[in-house]
């Protein structure tokens, strides 16, 4: 397995693999990898012929008092991850590199950059789509992989892959929990013990909405009620929103319909945490 520390780097990489006929897969990180990530490498290895991950910590999608500084960072385990995921090279570049001095362009990510996770972190998807934009130019992927458990951040991705017209497939793939059901997160590892018990809320109010919506329930209110009821069993949870949505455009919707997005995102202490449900 390679590490990769420049872009050159790695366009010459991506071009030499196209050149010699084959795919390329790009996997975005921030490091600190865990089953989640592993099972995007997998993911990506069973449809790419060959593939990079890339493992940065991108501070343009860190708020001021958020946890940029502190955000785990394990380099080592990370590569012996993916190198046992069969991961054919690691891009692993300093900020410099990244965001080179005098550096003024970003990627606005629009309406949709206030909606859910963006609506309390102002900027955070405008750091999210300047990164992933960045990483698209570099690696010239022809597919790239992310998670549900992020659905917002896809929303965006998908828009600013069509508007700006990335000739790659952007494949999402399924949210991976715990054997309690907790979705895995590298934020996980902030959490204390009582915390991390209190956190299975925020599953457990998922998989009812999705429940409830199974059993034949439409009422946008009902099913945001039923989860916080849940919620707020848990004294150590703090809601930051509980929303009903298009998965395209992140507008609410009047009724819930299959393959509307139901999204829960809440502080457990000091930690903040997302999961979700693709309903129907």
């Known amino acids: 397995m390679q590490i990769l520390r420049s872009v050159r780097e ?5 071009r030499t693999q196209r050149a010699a006929g084959k795919t390329v897969g790009l996997v975005p990180t921030m490091g600190a990898l865990h089953a989640g990530h592993a099972s995007l490498m997998r993911a990506a290895v069973a449809s790419c012929d060959r593939v990079v991950v890339s493992i940065f910590v991108n501070p343009t999608q860190f708020g001021p008092n958020e946890d940029f500084d502190r955000y785990p960072r394990t380099f080592e385990a990370d590569c012996k991850l993916a190198e046992e995921a069969d991961v054919a090279a690691i891009f692993a570049p300093a900020v410099e590199e990244i965001y080179t001095a005098g550096a003024e362009t970003y990627v ?3 309406a949709l950059s206030s909606k859910l996770d963006g609506g309390s972190r102002p900027g955070h998807f405008r750091g999210v789509a300047t990164i992933v934009a960045k990483l698209f130019i570099a690696a010239e992927p022809d597919r790239a992989f992310f998670g549900q458990k992020d659905a917002a951040q896809v929303a965006v991705l998908r828009r600013m892959t069509r508007d700006l017209g990335f000739a790659l497939e952007l494949v999402v793939c399924p949210i991976v929990r715990e054997a309690d059901g907790l979705a895995l997160s590298s934020r996980n590892a902030y959490l204390s013990a009582e915390e991390r018990r209190q956190a299975l809320t925020l599953s457990r109010a998922v998989h009812f909405v999705a429940a409830l919506f199974a059993e034949g329930e439409r009422s946008p209110e009902a099913l945001r009620e039923a989860a916080r ?24 919707l009047g009724a819930a319909t299959p393959g509307a997005l ?11 945490l997302i999961d979700n449900t693709v309903l129907g």
Do not use: K, Q
């Open 10 to 14: 790695l366009r010459t990489w991506s």
């Open 108 to 110: 606005d990510a629009g």
């Open 229 to 252: 009821g849940i919620l707020a069993t848990a004294p150590a949870v703090r809601v930051d929103y509980i929303e009903l949505v298009d998965w395209n455009t992140l507008e609410p």
């Open 262 to 272: 139901f999204a829960v995102a809440a502080w457990v202490g000091a930690t903040r």
